[in-house]
């Protein structure tokens, strides 16, 4: 599963997996984008692809996704934790509101899939989850790169808390 899966390293990720003849499952907010994305790797690479539209904002959105990721059958091996935007502004000139959407995308939304999916990747003794996270997670960027720092050292506590388990966890940190 990939979320924000229509553009940038989250189609890249689709497009790799399926190319590997991995069928993948993607998140994004835009249903057309995702439904075109999909047909494409569809068409490429002759693989199933499932989507979901969903906004990894909105309570609802994270509770569609949260219940797929759950069902035991068709489990989820990989999860890519990807959806993120970024704040133009500075901290005190943005609305409060749009902070705190930004604190929900990149903290907790990962941290409820996470704790979704983990449970049955334990059962089976294998999965990894991919967190992306930024180069701005190890420079003082304001609420961007402490939510990133959060992301890098979650994933580390992770990795080691669950790796000898079978579930690796990595953050990624682009730029």
């Not at 989820?76 to 704040?87: D, T, W």
């Amino acid at each position: 599963m990939i979320t924000d899966a229509t553009e940038g390293l989250g189609a890249e990720f689709a497009r790799q997996l399926a190319a590997a003849k991995y069928d993948p499952a993607l998140v994004a907010r835009d249903a057309e984008r995702l439904w075109a994305l999909a047909e494409r790797l569809q068409d490429e690479y002759g693989v199933r692809v499932e989507t979901i539209a969903a906004d990894l904002v909105a309570e609802e959105g994270i509770a569609v996704v949260t219940d797929r990721i759950s069902r035991t059958a068709d489990p989820i091996s990989l999860l890519v934790n990807n959806a993120g935007f970024g704040l133009i502004k500075s901290f005190e000139r943005n609305p409060v509101q749009s902070e705190s959407d930004h604190l929900q995308l990149h903290v907790r939304t990962p941290m409820l899939l996470m704790h979704a999916v983990l449970p049955g990747m334990l059962e089976r003794g294998a999965g990894r989850i991919i967190n992306v996270a930024s180069v701005a997670a190890f420079l003082p960027r304001a609420s961007y790169g402490a939510a990133k720092a959060w992301t890098v050292s979650f994933s580390r506590w992770a990795n080691l808390h669950y790796g000898a388990r079978g579930v690796k966890v990595l953050a990624l940190c682009p730029g």
